[in-house]
Structure formats: structure tokens, C-alpha cells
């Protein structure tokens, strides 16, 4: 059996003035039904997708809701209540009597009115020659529903959609994000080396091979959106505070395309040349990352834990290992003698060996030392495979 990779596609809705209409309060209906079934759950303490719906599923029908996404909803409600179980126990929401953690299981689950509402084969159909959906409302269902997305991916849309697809509201755009299973290729066992990745402040992605990715303009733009924030903030009226949250969505959004650009380049690299990729093992770089003020703000608004993850599974789809090896001293190492010396570090773009006299961009010699242990990592996992001789 050919294992997949689940993805997530984007494509953009166009529907008419009336047809908008009832996309949004299709949505707020499902979202006041799921607000119900929380609260139903929560008395009742019944959070099972089959026990909450002997509870709530006539009462969702008879306030407008279909079978189907009636249906729907109620697993909405208890997955959302798995996820903060989950987290509750394993100690996500702080410890016992701490405050975020009393909250959340002093009360029901809410969901916001136009919170993405999950669409199955029943309700939702896809016509990709037309370029058009069919999709339920409480309106009745609505037909020749135009949608847009970019090219490749509406081709792996067409050709890999498996599961759901959520229908969302962002700034008065409606959007369906659909689940697609896509074949992974078989893992590339004997790389001819590695590309080595640093992730970092300053640049987001150096590699081994000298390419710096996203660095200057995008320290521009996240100071530009920083310095509007600060200025909202101060403000502190109700418009300045949905105009933050508005802004803080775009810059999501922002990282997300600025990290799937990067990981694009770095995987189609790797796999050009037959490589694996190297990058460190930075769970926790916010915990233990020791900052500057200046600095602490861009560490925690560069999403690095989603850049990893978009690496991972783009070097899975075409069969790229990838490993994750110990930061430790990858920016103190000179990656031609191995010489370590804190000093080595000269200033933040500079390396300089106080052993062996080699200078370099301390990004690319950080990143060589990634690949160098990525290597070895690799290696050492590839000899403990073999049986030992009887």
C-alpha cells in the first residue's frame, strides 16, 4: 500500500451578493448549533461523537441545521473537546489551579460565528472542469458556485482530494480548504550527502551551498508591521483591537507563503542533487533562546516549527530524507577544522577561527556543520539497521 501525505489546499470562493449571504449565515447557524451541543457536552459531560449526538442531533435538525451537517457539527464539538482534553493533560493549559487552566475546564467550548464549518461528500461536490462548487446552505443548496486557486494546486486538488474540506470566512472572503492524500515517493536510502539548513533571526534559512533565503526584506517588513502594532496597541479602542487581530491573520498568512517559498527551494535543492537535508532540533528555541529585547519579538512571530514542518513533508512527497541533529555548538564550531571556541563567533554575521584563521559568514558556517552532522546522524542510523553477524 503507497502511504500519502495529508496536505491542505486552498481554494478561493467567488460567489454571488445572494450566494454570500448565505454562505455566512450558513456558517452562523453551524457555529450557534455547535455552541449548544457544547454547552449540552459539557453538562452532560458527554463528549463521545455518538453519546452527544443521541443528545443534540434533533434539536440541531429542528433549529435549521441538515442530516448531514447536523452530523458534522456534533464532531466538530467533540474533537474540538479531545484537543483540549489533550492539551489539559498534557499540561499545555499550565498546571492544576493555574488560571488558563481553570478556564478552560470551568466552562463550554464557544466558537466563533463564522468559525470553519467541516463539509463532507454529501454536502459538498466539486465540478473542476466548470471550475464551480455545489455546496449545502441553509438556504437550500447552492449551485455554479465559482472557485479560484492557484494552479498547482487546484491540479492536486483534482487529483489527490481525500476527507473533508472546511468551509471558512476570512476578512469577508470565503475560502474551502480540502484535505488531499498525496502519494509519497520512496525514501532516497544512499544520499549523496547532505544540504545543511541554520534557521535563524537576522536570515530565516541558510544553507550549506551558500544560499541565503528571506532575509533583509523580510526583517523590513516584520519591523514595518511591529512598529504598526505598537502604535494600535496603544490606542487600545474595540476598532484598533479587531484591526489587530485582522492584521496579526496577514501576517500568519505572510509567513506561511514565505515558508513555503522557502522550503520549495530547499527540498528541490536536495532533491536536484540527491541529498538529504540537515536542520537542527530547535523544539524549545523560545524557551531557551537568550535575546535581546529587539530580538525576542521576531523569535516568537517567525513561525519555525511550521517552516520544519513544511520541509518535512515536501522532502517526503518526492522521497528526500530528512534529519534533525543537536544545535549545540554549530555556530561556535569552525566547520573546516572543528575547532569550537565561543570567540570563533566574531559578531553576528562573522565567523572567525582562532585555530585555523578561516573566515566566513557565520549563517553558512553554522549550516555546514548541520550537514556534517546530519551525515553522521544518518549514517550511524543507517548502520544500526544492519543485523549483527550471527
Not at 475560502?175 to 541554520?198: R, S
Not at 524557551?287 to 520544519?308: I, T, Y
Amino acid at each position: 500500500m503507497v502511504v500519502g501525505v495529508k496536505i491542505v489546499v486552498q481554494a478561493k470562493l467567488l460567489p454571488t451578493a445572494e450566494q454570500a449571504v448565505a454562505l455566512r449565515s450558513t456558517l452562523q447557524a453551524c457555529n450557534a448549533g455547535a455552541d449548544r451541543a457544547a454547552e449540552v457536552a459539557f453538562t452532560e459531560r458527554e463528549f463521545s461523537k455518538f453519546g452527544l449526538q443521541k443528545l443534540v442531533y434533533a434539536d440541531l435538525k429542528a433549529a435549521g441545521l441538515g442530516a448531514q451537517a447536523a452530523i458534522r457539527t456534533i464532531k466538530k464539538v467533540s474533537d474540538a473537546y479531545t484537543t483540549v482534553h489533550a492539551n489539559i493533560k498534557a499540561g499545555n493549559l499550565g498546571k492544576p489551579g493555574s488560571k488558563r487552566r481553570a478556564k478552560a475546564e470551568s466552562k463550554p467550548i464557544t466558537f466563533r460565528a463564522v468559525a470553519a464549518q467541516p463539509y463532507d461528500d454529501r454536502i459538498l461536490t466539486w465540478q473542476f472542469d466548470a471550475g464551480t462548487v455545489s455546496i449545502w446552505t441553509t438556504s437550500g443548496r447552492l449551485k455554479d458556485v465559482r472557485f479560484i486557486g492557484d494552479e498547482d494546486q487546484l491540479k492536486i486538488l483534482r487529483e489527490f482530494r481525500k476527507g473533508e474540506s472546511d468551509l471558512v470566512e476570512r476578512d469577508g472572503a470565503f475560502y474551502l480548504l480540502a484535505t488531499c492524500e498525496v502519494p509519497q515517493a520512496d525514501l532516497n536510502e544512499d544520499p549523496d550527502g547532505f544540504l545543511g539548513v541554520d534557521l535563524g533571526i537576522v536570515n530565516i534559512a541558510t544553507t550549506s551551498d551558500g544560499d541565503v533565503l528571506a532575509g533583509r526584506r523580510l526583517n523590513r517588513y516584520r519591523a514595518r508591521q511591529a512598529a504598526l502594532r505598537a502604535k494600535l496597541q496603544k490606542k487600545g479602542t474595540k476598532s484598533t483591537k479587531r484591526l489587530l487581530k485582522k492584521r496579526a491573520r496577514r501576517e500568519r498568512r505572510f509567513a506561511a507563503d514565505v515558508n513555503h517559498t522557502i522550503s520549495k527551494r530547499i527540498v528541490a535543492e536536495a532533491e536536484r542533487t540527491s541529498r538529504g537535508i540537515a536542520l537542527e532540533d530547535l523544539q524549545g528555541i523560545r524557551e531557551r533562546a537568550r535575546l535581546r529585547k529587539p530580538q525576542r519579538a521576531a523569535v516568537h512571530f517567525w513561525a519555525f516549527a511550521q517552516l520544519g514542518q513544511f520541509l518535512e513533508y515536501k522532502a517526503r512527497r518526492v522521497g528526500v530524507p530528512v534529519v534533525y541533529v543537536d544545535p549545540a555548538y554549530t555556530s561556535q564550531t569552525c566547520s573546516e577544522c572543528q575547532y569550537t571556541d565561543k570567540k570563533n563567533r566574531a559578531s553576528q554575521a562573522r565567523f572567525e577561527c582562532r585555530s585555523c584563521g578561516v573566515v566566513a559568514h557565520a549563517d553558512l558556517n553554522a549550516s555546514r556543520n548541520i550537514a556534517r552532522k546530519g551525515e553522521a546522524a544518518w549514517t550511524a542510523g543507517r548502520a544500526s539497521r544492519v543485523p549483527a553477524p550471527a
